[in-house]
């Protein structure tokens, strides 16, 4: 990703970090600065004083990522790391980058049941919906040799939001798909043989070729997901409409119902 200033969420309850690998790969081609950000929260013993005692676990946490970023250091890479104590780690995340004037937040992204997404806000979903720059969905710990790129977009005439959305990943997408190590491909699906989108227009619009376009019949979660499949994509980009109300509750949107189902890296553009 072409970005300066990445915001890496630390999951405190994990070993493995995938975002934060995934960010020390992106600083070996991008000059970049990375800030490591963690949100702990705990019940305290009556016994001990309260404030005292989350100083202790707020700079023990803080050590355990100052650990993690060495080898960045020692690369020579700028970045730094940052604990807080806070209950509502996501909303703690969505503040700090805002904080930080982020580029970009990468999050390392997990399993949930179909059940969870629906009845509980994720946070992945907090996140994604109230983060105002992209957030990258990350899956995997590793870079693939050949990374093939699913761009989703959605032409719909007439529709200033989706149009916006599509400009965001058309740009994001330009940028990236000439390089030696990425293959774009761009989808749109659509639901009525009456509005077919234009395969001449997408082609000028996006920039590439015929075959790296792909118009297909079906919601756009089915679509996507699907192609990602079929392509073996390594990340899908996909715009992130908000919602709210009992419709955010219950529908959410494209990219919140497709992150569960996919196995590969998901950007959300806002």
């Known amino acids: 990703?072409?970005?300066?200033?990445?915001?890496?969420?630390?999951?405190?309850?994990?070993?493995?970090?995938?975002?934060?690998?995934?960010?020390?790969?992106?600083?070996?081609?991008?000059?970049?600065?990375?800030?490591?950000?963690?949100?702990?929260?705990?019940?305290?013993?009556?016994?001990?004083?309260?404030?005292?005692?989350?100083?202790?676990?707020?700079?023990?946490?803080?050590?355990?990522?100052?650990?993690?970023?060495?080898?960045?250091?020692?690369?020579?890479?700028?970045?730094?790391?940052?604990?807080?104590?806070?209950?509502?780690?996501?909303g703690a995340v969505v503040r700090g980058s805002l904080r930080n004037c982020a580029d970009v937040v990468f999050k390392s992204s997990y399993r949930h049941s179909t059940r969870e997404r629906v009845l509980k806000k994720t946070s992945d979903w907090v996140i994604m919906r109230e983060c105002l720059c992209p957030v990258l969905l990350v899956k995997e710990c590793g870079l693939r040799d050949t990374q093939k790129i699913l761009a989703a977009i959605d032409i719909r005439g007439g529709n200033e939001s989706y149009g916006k959305l599509n400009e965001?990943?058309?740009?994001?997408?330009?940028?990236?798909?000439?390089?030696?190590?990425?293959?774009?491909?761009?989808f749109n699906a659509f639901s009525d043989l009456n509005a077919v989108p234009d395969r001449n227009s997408l082609i000028r619009s996006c920039g590439v070729g015929s075959d790296r376009i792909h118009i297909q019949m079906g919601t756009p979660e089915d679509v996507i997901v699907q192609g990602a499949q079929a392509l073996g994509a390594s990340m899908v980009v996909v715009g992130n409409s908000a919602r709210t109300g009992l419709s955010a509750v219950f529908n959410g949107n494209t990219v919140e119902n497709v992150v569960g189902r996919l196995e590969c890296d998901v950007l959300s553009m806002p």
Request: hydrophobic share 45%.
């Open 168 to 186: 965001h990943i058309i740009d994001f997408s330009k940028r990236i798909q000439d390089t030696q190590r990425a293959e774009v491909h761009f």
């Open 1 to 90: 990703m072409e970005a300066t200033n990445i915001f890496v969420v630390y999951d405190p309850t994990r070993s493995e970090q995938p975002a934060l690998a995934r960010a020390m790969e992106t600083a070996r081609d991008v000059a970049c600065t990375i800030h490591v950000f963690a949100a702990i929260h705990g019940e305290i013993d009556r016994t001990v004083e309260k404030a005292t005692e989350i100083k202790r676990l707020l700079g023990a946490q803080k050590e355990i990522l100052d650990s993690a970023v060495a080898p960045l250091l020692e690369k020579g890479i700028a970045v730094t790391t940052e604990v807080e104590w806070d209950k509502d780690w996501a």
